[in-house]
C-alpha cells in the first residue's frame, strides 16, 4: 500500500517524517482516525428531526455528500437533499471521496 501524505498534526510533524519512510499498520491507523476526526470537523453531517443522516446531491452528479458544506458542492446552483435510498433512486453510484469517507 502506497500513502502519500503532507501531515502537520500528532506525532507526525514534519520534522519527523521523511519520505520514503515506512509505516506500521498501527502508524497507518492513526493517520486514517485523524483524516476521519478532520473529515468530521470540516463536513459535520446532517440529520433531520427523526435523527436519520440527510444526503445532499444534484441533478446532474453522480455521487452524493454527507455535508452540504462539501467543497463539490460549491460551485453547484440547485442542491437536492434526501436519504440515502433517495439519493441512489436519483443516480448517484456513491458517496463522495471528500465528505463521505467515515
Do not use: W
Amino acid at each position: 500500500m502506497s500513502i502519500f501524505l503532507t501531515v502537520s498534526c500528532s506525532r507526525f510533524s514534519e520534522s519527523d517524517f521523511y519520505g520514503g519512510m515506512t509505516l506500521s499498520d498501527e502508524d497507518i491507523s492513526e493517520l486514517e482516525s485523524l483524516m476521519e476526526a478532520t473529515t468530521a470537523e470540516k463536513y459535520p453531517a446532517v440529520t433531520d428531526e427523526e435523527g436519520r443522516y440527510v444526503f445532499f446531491f444534484t441533478a446532474g452528479g453522480s455521487v452524493y455528500h454527507r455535508s452540504k458544506n462539501c467543497p463539490r458542492l460549491s460551485s453547484s446552483s440547485e442542491i437536492l437533499s434526501g436519504t440515502e435510498e433517495e439519493a441512489i433512486a436519483a443516480g448517484k453510484k456513491r458517496g463522495c471521496s471528500v465528505c463521505c469517507r467515515q
